[in-house]
Structures are given as structure tokens and as C-alpha cells.
């Protein structure tokens, strides 16, 4: 589809960065650009639209943050036939550029921006983008048509798009997660394979080992990737990667920490030899590669236990990742924030040894209760600052400590980056300073 924009009227819905990045975007396409929030502070910028039901638009663009279901403004622009399309739509429509689009529950911000670094590595004119927090609009018309826009995609990014087709799109996992959002782990998995089109051309990623991807009808041409040893595809044999028979790195020369980061390499590795790129290429990116932060990131050592953050662990399948990947043995864990109406009978039914249950938050009080059912004795804080202090109190060098919590971070926090700077900081000792300094 052609988007026409000169002289259009069109409603961006929502200021966050993806709002203003597609603001920007439909006013340099020619487009008369109004802005809607549902928050007040930003009534006084000036083409707020005050009542955007009195007036008509030739189009909306609608933030990922904005859920459609039950929403009045999207129900009225619905009713009277005005088409709504995503921030991720409007990218989609503008860019000449090839966009590999990776989704999942876990990993999609590492392998994004590990898949970007081998592009760059092979001198592949390309950009990070997406969820990852730059927004595709920012990037879309920058990049030339020779570009790969390696774009991490999420599920509410996914639920508003109509037009959006990734000329190589990537499914790493799917968990329950963000069931207050979508209602349903089926819709939520609904959501999530729209990112998969049926077009002829379009190339296909997905994970041989998860079952709700690998029951996803495929096509012949589907790339694999797994752990275990396959016919062909991208595999785990003999203590490497490989793509059919050519080795590609050795997994001791993976910097990345635990089982899921080794899934998140080999989705990495699939995305790349699609596009030809050599095992030298690919092999030098991983070997330099730095993790994203709040990922199981090793944050250093407290009374001698040694302390892990993985804030960005908001659903159960995360948070059992990471204690998975630590053990269970001497593990004192930070579990809680805001709940994504996710359920916590899987972390305590699994009958693992931890040292210390320290629950937290809004959700608080639903795991403890759910521990105590399993028989744990866990404790209460009313907030995660607490909670780490605690932790801290009891540290010595036989215990490990890990904030994988299984939750949302907004009760206490505006975003899990900042609970996990926060952990760290208080963690490390740093927090009073830096908090009387802000
Ligand atoms: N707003 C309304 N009405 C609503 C909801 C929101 O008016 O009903 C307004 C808010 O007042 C605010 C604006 O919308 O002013 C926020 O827009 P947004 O929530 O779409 O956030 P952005 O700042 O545009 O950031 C979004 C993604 N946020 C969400 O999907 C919630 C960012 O992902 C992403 O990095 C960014 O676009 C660039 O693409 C964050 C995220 O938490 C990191 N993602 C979720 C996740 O990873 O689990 C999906």
C-alpha cells in the first residue's frame, strides 16, 4: 500500500517517544499532524487536538501503549470509519528497507541487538530499532533501500498493526506474559504470530525447542535453530554452533551467560547466515558482543554473594530462566512488582531449594501466599528497596542473589531499567548518594 500524506489530517494517539518520532515523521512526509494523550501535561503543546471526537481525521496513528480494546477514542474513530493504523504500521509503509523483525516472550532485545552488531560487523548498513526503544518511525525514511532495519518487535506493537509484513520475521519463544493487556494467552499467541504473513518472500526464523513455536504451521524454507543437534538449520553439535556443516563458534567463546542466552545466540546466528553473512563476521560480533543491562547481568559481589540482576525477567518463563541458569542451591530470590495477571504456582511447584524467598510490591502478597501453599517460607516487604536491604543483611559468600521478579516494575518504578538500576545501586551502596544527588 502507498501512503499518501501531503495535506492529510492525521491524529498521532499517544506522546511517548513513539508518538513524537511518528509526529515528526507525517509532518516531513507533508502530512497536517494533531496529538492526542490521554494524560493532560501535554495540552498545552501546540497542536493538541483538546476534543478529538468533535473533528475529523483522514487517519490515526495509534502508540503501542495504547490498548484498543475498551478504549473510547480508537471505539468513535472505529464507528465513524476512520482508518487506524500502528506507529510500527506507519515505519512499515514509509521505509524502503529490508526489516527483520524479531519477536518472542524472552530475548527479543538481546538478539536484536546482537543480530545488529553482526550486520555491522559485515558492514551492513543497518539500524536497531523497535521495542528496543527507537522507535522504526525515527529510522524508516534515514535508511537507504540497501538497509536491514533489525527491528525488535513486540506484542503491542503487533496488536494495533494491519499493514506491517517483516521481509524476515523471527519468533524466539512464547510464554504466558502481558494476559492483562491481551485477556487470553491465546490471544496474546494470536498477537504474537501476526509478525508472520504467509507471503511467498517473506523468510522465517523460529525456535525448533519452544512448543508453542514449534506448533506454528511453517513453510519448507522455515529456518530452525535449537539446542539439540538437527538435520539442518542452526544447531548445537559438539559443543558449537552450527549452520549444516560449517562451524560457526564455538560455545566457549560465547561471552553470554545461561541456557536462554545461548537460544538467543543461535536465533542470532539463523537471522544472519539468511543473509550470507560469513562465520568470521558473525563469530567476531558474538566474541565482542556486551549483553544488554538488566539481563541475568552479574552486577558484582556483596558480603562475597554474588549478585544478579535480571529486572528485565517480567513473566514466570523469564524468571525461571534465570534461576534455571544460576541454580537453585543458596539462591536468595526478589520476586514481585505490579502483575501481568500471571500466575506463580510454576516457580513453587518445581520443588527447588531456594535460601531465601523475599517477596515484594503490589503483587507481594499473591506470591507469598503461594509460596507458603508450597510449603516455602518465604518473607514480605512492602517494597523492593526493602527487600533488597534485606538481602543485603543476610549476604555472605555461599549465597547468591538474583532480582528476576516475575513481574511488571510500574507499581514501584517507571520502568524495569530503572528498578534494576535501583537494585543495583542499593546493591552496590551507591543508592543514598546518587538519590541525594537527584
Ligand atoms: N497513553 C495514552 N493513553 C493510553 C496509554 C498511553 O494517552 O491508554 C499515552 C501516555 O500518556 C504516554 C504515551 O501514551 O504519553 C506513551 O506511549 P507508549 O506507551 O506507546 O510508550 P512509548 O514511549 O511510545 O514507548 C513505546 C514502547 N512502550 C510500550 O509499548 C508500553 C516502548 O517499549 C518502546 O521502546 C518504544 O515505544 C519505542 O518503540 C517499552 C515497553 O515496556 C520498553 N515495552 C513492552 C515490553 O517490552 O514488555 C511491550
Redesign the pocket.
Known amino acids: 500500500m502507498k501512503l499518501k500524506l501531503k495535506g492529510k489530517k492525521v491524529l498521532v494517539y499517544?506522546?511517548?517517544?513513539?508518538?513524537q518520532s511518528a509526529s515528526k515523521l507525517l509532518h516531513d512526509e507533508g502530512a497536517c499532524v494533531s496529538i492526542y494523550?490521554?494524560?493532560n501535561r501535554f495540552s498545552n503543546i501546540f497542536n493538541f487536538e483538546k476534543n478529538p471526537f468533535m473533528k475529523n481525521f483522514d487517519l490515526i496513528v495509534v502508540?503501542?501503549?495504547?490498548?484498543l480494546i475498551g478504549?473510547q477514542l480508537i471505539a468513535h474513530f472505529t464507528m465513524n470509519g476512520t482508518p487506524i493504523i500502528s506507529e510500527l504500521d506507519l515505519g512499515y509503509l514509509l521505509t524502503k528497507s529490508t526489516i527483520i523483525a524479531i519477536t518472542g516472550t524472552n530475548g527479543k532485545t538481546t538478539v536484536t541487538s546482537l543480530t545488529g552488531e553482526i550486520f555491522k560487523t559485515a558492514g551492513k548498513e543497518s539500524y536497531v530499532c523497535?521495542?528496543?526503544?527507537l522507535?522504526i518511525c525515527s529510522v524508516a525514511t534515514k535508511a537507504s533501500k540497501k538497509a536491514f532495519l533489525v527491528c525488535e518487535v513486540?506484542n503491542?506493537q503487533l496488536e494495533g498493526s494491519k499493514f506491517f509484513k517483516a521481509d524476515d520475521a523471527c519468533i524466539l519463544n512464547i510464554a504466558p506474559d502481558h494476559i492483562d493487556r491481551h485477556g487470553s494467552f491465546d490471544e496474546y499467541f494470536r498477537v504474537k504470530k501476526k509478525i508472520l504473513t504467509n507471503r511467498r518472500r517473506q523468510k522465517v526464523v523460529l525456535n525448533f525447542d519452544d512448543n508453542f513455536v514449534n506448533s506454528i504451521n511453517f513453510s519448507k524454507k522455515t529456518m530452525f535453530f535449537s539446542k539439540k543437534l538437527l538435520n539442518k538449520g542452526v544447531f548445537v553439535k559438539n559443543n558449537a554452533i552450527y549452520y549444516n556443516k560449517t562451524k560457526i563458534i564455538s560455545l566457549n567463546d560465547i561471552p553470554l551467560f545461561g541456557e536462554k542466552n545461548l537460544e538467543n545466540v543461535l536465533a542470532s546466528v539463523a537471522i544472519s547466515v539468511q543473509y550470507n553473512i560469513k562465520p568470521y563476521y558473525i563469530r567476531k560480533a558474538i566474541i565482542n558482543f556486551k549483553a544488554p543491562a538488566h539481563r541475568l547481568e552479574f552486577v558484582g559481589y556483596v558480603n562475597g554473594a554474588s549478585v544478579f540482576d535480571d529486572s528485565k525477567a517480567?513473566n514466570i518463563s523469564a524468571t525461571l530462566s534465570a534461576i534455571n541458569s544460576l541454580g537453585d542451591q543458596n539462591l536468595i530470590i526478589l520476586l514481585g512488582g505490579l502483575n501481568k495477571d500471571c500466575k506463580f504456582d510454576e516457580i513453587f511447584n518445581e520443588n527447588y531449594n531456594f535460601e531465601q524467598i523475599l517477596c515484594f510490591g503490589q503483587a507481594g502478597q499473591e506470591i507469598y501466599d503461594c509460596a507458603i501453599k508450597y510449603g516455602y517460607n518465604p518473607l514480605i516487604f512492602k517494597t523492593m528497596k526493602e527487600a533488597c536491604y534485606y538481602a543485603k543483611s543476610i549476604a555472605n559468600e555461599k549465597l547468591k542473589i538474583l532480582l528476576a521478579p516475575a513481574c511488571a516494575s510500574f507499581d514501584e518504578f517507571a520502568s524495569y531499567s530503572v528498578r534494576g538500576e535501583v537494585f543495583k545501586e542499593i546493591m552496590l551502596g551507591t543508592f543514598e548518594k546518587i538519590e541525594m544527588a537527584r
Open positions: 499517544g506522546m511517548g517517544i513513539s508518538g494523550d490521554d494524560e502508540s503501542p501503549g495504547i490498548k478504549n523497535g521495542n528496543i526503544g522507535p513486540s503491542f517480567t
